[in-house]
């Protein structure tokens, strides 16, 4: 089974500065790593698919890089709403099964 | 805009069998570009997928949960349903249903569908305790 590594567990930044997160694999993946965002209270939302594809919607301040094992979501400017949890997620190719990772928590310093 | 809502019961037995449905509103359950999918986040933890059925109605489960868990669909209702049996403790959790899209990707003059899970309902927590 593959394992999602998140790092760090949480992010100490303040708004306009830039947040790099990490994620990496137990082995190598293809590009089925999507990324979310959760906020207390609600689900997660979809962030980037296919490592770098941005969902419909998703602010140009977020960008997603990687391949092989190492991933990484990039938030270039914090907004004040970028502070939440973030996952990422990948899939094996067959049979279908999808993990998470344990998650970064963004929190303003 | 489709959307997706949980709904079922809070509270189950240990040893019982936790039943929810997915209401599937603004669009067809019935398209071949969606799969649909449950995902559970026990309390101040992670997420944790537990599997996912096609329009066509294959289904395919997390290992761990293999045995225990059933995803059926019901078209005509627009909706569709987890089954997990033999609940204990640790199956207390949020419990979301998600639309799953396949999405087309090429790289390197291959193409392949990934699985995207695009919309997700509120959630329903589910208990388990005697």
């Known amino acids: 089974e593959i394992v999602l590594t998140q790092s760090p567990a949480t992010l100490s930044l303040s708004p306009g500065e830039r947040a790099t997160l990490s994620c990496r694999a137990t082995?190598?993946?293809?590009?089925?790593l999507s990324w979310f965002q959760q906020k207390p209270g609600q689900p997660p939302r979809l962030l980037i698919y296919?490592?770098?594809n941005r969902a419909t919607g998703i602010p140009t301040r977020f960008s997603g890089s990687g391949s092989g094992t190492d991933f990484t979501l990039t938030i270039s400017s914090l907004e004040p709403e970028d502070f939440a949890v973030y996952y990422c997620?990948?899939?094996?190719?067959?049979?279908?099964?999808?993990?998470f990772g344990p998650g970064t928590k963004v929190e303003m310093k | 805009q489709m959307q997706v809502q949980e709904s079922g019961s809070g509270l189950v037995r240990p040893s019982q069998t936790l039943s929810l449905t997915c209401d599937v509103s603004?669009?067809?359950?019935?398209?071949?570009?969606?799969?649909w999918s449950w995902v559970r986040q026990s309390p101040g933890k992670g997420l944790e997928w537990i599997g996912y059925?096609?329009?066509?109605?294959?289904?395919y489960y997390h290992p761990s949960l293999r045995g225990r868990v059933t995803i059926s669909i019901d078209r005509s209702k627009n909706q569709f349903y987890l089954n997990l049996s033999s609940v204990t403790a640790a199956d207390t959790a949020l419990y979301y249903c998600?639309?799953?899209?396949?999405?087309?990707?090429?790289?390197?003059?291959?193409?392949?569908?990934?699985?995207?899970?695009?919309?997700w309902g509120q959630g329903t927590m589910v208990t388990v305790s005697a």
């Open positions: 603004g669009g067809s359950i019935n398209s071949g570009r969606y799969s």
């Open positions: 997620q990948q899939r094996t190719n067959w049979p279908p099964v999808f993990t």
């Open positions: 082995e190598t993946i293809a590009s089925y």
């Open positions: 296919d490592t770098s």
């Open positions: 059925i096609y329009h066509s109605g294959s289904a």
């Open positions: 998600a639309r799953v899209s396949a999405v087309e990707s090429c790289s390197g003059g291959s193409c392949y569908l990934n699985d995207v899970f695009d919309i």
